[in-house]
């Protein structure tokens, strides 16, 4: 068993979502390799209309570009990050997520692969929602 088909197995019953991506880290990549059913439910994404796709998919105006660093920063280094950034669904609807993202390296050290696990974290009372994005 591979590990994709280790770590499908394991996130196919899970209630966060889970997606997989390759280690290459500069544009165009990464690309995303796997993604289980909720996180088909939380962005509104079939898996065949995301897989091959860059994550920076999801991202729009409200996502912090800092944060979007400090993730790669942390993968680039082969540690985990822990961090909540603006994300948005297929929809355009923006979401505040919660994502841990940890590396798989080969042996010489080299990223293979980022799997991070991410849920919707709920909006607090009285907290303005990001703005819309429109997804052609």
């Not at 280790?6 to 390759?22: E, F, G, K, Q, Y």
């Not at 390799?33 to 439910?41: G, I, K, M, S």
């Not at 929809?91 to 696990?117: H, K, M, Q, R, T």
């Amino acid at each position: 068993m591979s590990l994709r088909d280790l770590i499908a197995a394991l996130a196919a019953n899970l209630d966060i979502a889970v997606v997989v991506t390759d280690g290459q880290l500069s544009p165009p990549g990464p690309n995303i390799l796997y993604v289980n059913a909720t996180f088909e439910r939380m962005t509104g994404y079939g898996r065949d209309e995301i897989l091959g796709e860059n994550p920076r998919i999801f991202q729009g105006p409200g996502t912090s570009l800092a944060a979007r660093k400090q993730m790669a920063r942390a993968l680039r280094n082969g540690e985990r990050h822990s961090t909540t950034m603006v994300n948005y669904r297929k929809s355009g609807e923006a979401y505040l997520c919660a994502i841990d993202v940890f590396p798989i390296l080969g042996p010489d050290g080299a990223l293979l692969n980022a799997v991070a696990l991410e849920r919707e974290v709920e909006r607090r009372p009285g907290r303005r929602p990001a703005a819309r994005v429109s997804r052609g």
